[in-house]
C-alpha cells in the first residue's frame, strides 16, 4: 500500500494530464506544507501521521477562510476554499464521533491525569488528524468540570 505522500504525489500527477487546476493547485500547497514540515523536523521524508497533520492544519485554515468569506460576502474565495476543503478531506481520516472522542477523554485523563494540556495531546495524538481541536477543547473542559 502505498505512503500518502507516494498518493499524493500520483494525484498531482493525475491531475496535472488531465489540467485539472484547481486540483493542480491544491496538491501543490500539499506538497509544500508537507516539504516544509519536513524541512523543520529536519528529515528527508514525513511518515503518514505528520503528512495528515499538515493536511489537517491545511484543512484547518481553509475552514476559517470560509467563516472569513461569508461573514465578509466573497463568494469566489468562498467557492475556492470549499472546492480546496473537499479536496484535502479527502486524504484525511473519517472524524471521530463525539463518544469516540469521549472515550479517549476518559481514556487520557486515566493515562496521564487532569491537567489539560496533557489530557489534549494525549487525545489529539491519539485521533491522528481525526479530531477538531476546538471539539475536543470543549469535551475536556466538561470532562474537568465534570468529573465521573
Not at 501521521?49 to 460576502?73: F, N, P
Amino acid at each position: 500500500m502505498p505512503t500518502l505522500t507516494e498518493r499524493i504525489e500520483a494525484d498531482y500527477k493525475t491531475a496535472m494530464k488531465a489540467r485539472d487546476r484547481l486540483r493542480v493547485d491544491a496538491l501543490r500547497l500539499i506538497k509544500a506544507g508537507i516539504q516544509r514540515a519536513a524541512i523543520e523536523k529536519r528529515q528527508p521524508q514525513l511518515d503518514d501521521q505528520s503528512v495528515t497533520q499538515v493536511i489537517a492544519q491545511q484543512a484547518k485554515q481553509r475552514r476559517e477562510t470560509i467563516e472569513s468569506a461569508k461573514g465578509a460576502g466573497r463568494q469566489d474565495i468562498l467557492t475556492q476554499a470549499e472546492a480546496e476543503l473537499a479536496i484535502l478531506n479527502a486524504y484525511l481520516p473519517p472524524p471521530l464521533s463525539e463518544d469516540a472522542l469521549r472515550k479517549l477523554v476518559d481514556e487520557a485523563v486515566a493515562s496521564v491525569g487532569t491537567a489539560q494540556g496533557p489530557i489534549m495531546k494525549y487525545v489529539m495524538a491519539k485521533a491522528a488528524g481525526a479530531a477538531d481541536g476546538k471539539l475536543v477543547s470543549r469535551l475536556v473542559s466538561e470532562r474537568l468540570k465534570n468529573p465521573a
